[in-house]
DNA sequence: TTAGTTTACGGCGACCGTAAACATA
DNA sequence: TATGTTTACGGTCGCCGTAAACTAA
């Protein structure tokens, strides 16, 4: 029997990446009910059982992996061509899912989006801020910005800026509680906690910028919450001591809104990257976007390793 | 907008290989107006126009082309996917578009292919029987059967067997008529004469086996067709001399029915291939009969350099 | 009990074929 | 003039959503 519905394809993909055939069914925009029957379908048509279910739940069969393989290639093909055409005309045209951080989004991203979707009518941007990890397949995701190192292989990426994190907080806290000179003398400050996975990260580590010393402090705080500008907002207003990535405090450090705490010690590396699923076509938007927000980062000085203000004494890592 | 229906790419396929949205709406089983309203959909759909047309003919765009090639390779890799799992099952399944020669068919294929179709009670077989050369691509042939030396890169091909054109007649033919001793003299003979594109083939060029002469003489005679199983059935009724590969007359030569004449010259070289439409896949159907039809050649010693009785004093061409 | 898959059923929409118009080779 | 594409129109089939049943988590 000879293929025919597309969606159907699509929906075979859905079941593959989410595990679950109501997902998929979301994903089209059409019921259970349909997306069921629309399976059932396909698998009559391949006279091939692609999915084992029970009434809970799905899980895909070797047949289905082999066949799921060569389907998400033809997809990608046809994805492609599509884009091909649409290039024709020059300028850019269609939607593009990016997923970021909700401080990052906030305190840098939107702007330089309203830039980019000035410069591109035809762009549609569908923001999916989340400070917990998502899954680039399985949320279906154009490009997503990630601090951090990489692990999945299955994508691809490309570094647009390089931070560390910085510790910081607002000019009145300061005046209220002075400085630390070491950061075990954060334990006696009220730091600010970020919340993941309902768990409180209250672990800093630093290094000392000549490599000489490292430590990791405990510290304690009454705030916490897993939305890191909610964080941001405490630090501003001078509840407590802040400790993240430079790029998100980056403006407030220059107006002098946070003053930089420690600075001869340094937080981990947090790189910055442009996260795309590893389809062998990326949109040209999707390009363009990387482009405009890599640039934008290298004008603002922040694709360059740059962990303190006193720049040059930063020991590069192997 | 998202593209749907797989029917409308293989239209759109039909339209590229065929030129004619009539003959691609046949191939779908559906009629030309079915056809028209569907090719306009899907060039809704891209926002792009991929064929250019009159009331009276159509021809592709440049983006059509564009298109065409993804979405061809696309749907490649679904019947790939398909046959990967219908090779999960032992045995063969599916329907097999064989073209061939009248001649070649019911002298020698007929049988072998019965063998076949019993050997696998699956596979259907669909004969294109035709002395008018068939474009593969076009007529959506899964494998054909061709003399000659081949010229179209889009296809991949295997030799089946190796032969030359060989001059036969009838023994009455010979007592009433004498033999010939040197190919001039079939100018004095009833010769039978295949009808290519509405033109007799008159010319029969000639080489001696040891290499030493050739020649090309002009026959004539009262009987052509182009039908070549016809002409042979009249060599076979002593109506005149036959000039055609070895391969269609072997067995008759074998049996008596032919003698061959002038045995010190040779006609041309005719390898049989096997032609297939260069897709990345083959069914493994398809891959199943042609090693079949290679066995049977090579069973009956017609995969070797044989053009004559003689054997060994044959020169080989560099 | 919950949540996700499956079945049943009714209605709407899409698509096809018939038929006729149209234009070009 | 004849052939191949397009438009118009009516009917049918398929597919989706609603609702309920079922079952494993």
Redesign the interface.
Known sequence: M??????E?RLALGCADTGSLTASAARLHITPAAASASLKKLEAR???RLFERSTRSMRITP?GE??V???R???D??D???G???E?GSQLVGAIRLAASSDLTRRVLLDWLDDFLAAHPGVELQLAVSDTLTDVVRDQVDLALRYGELDDSRLVARRLATSRRVTCASPDYVARHGLPSHPSELARHECLSFVIRGRRVLQWPYARNDGSETCTVRVHGRRSADDAEIVHRWALAGHGVLCKSEIDVHAHLASGALVRLLPDWQGIRLPLHAVMPSRRFVPARVRALVDHLAERFRRTGMDLEAGTPSGPSLTSEP
């Open positions: 000879k293929l025919e519905n597309i969606d394809l391949l006279g091939v047949a082999l066949f393989d060569y389907a290639r033809a997809l093909l046809l492609e061509a599509q091909q055409l649409q024709g």
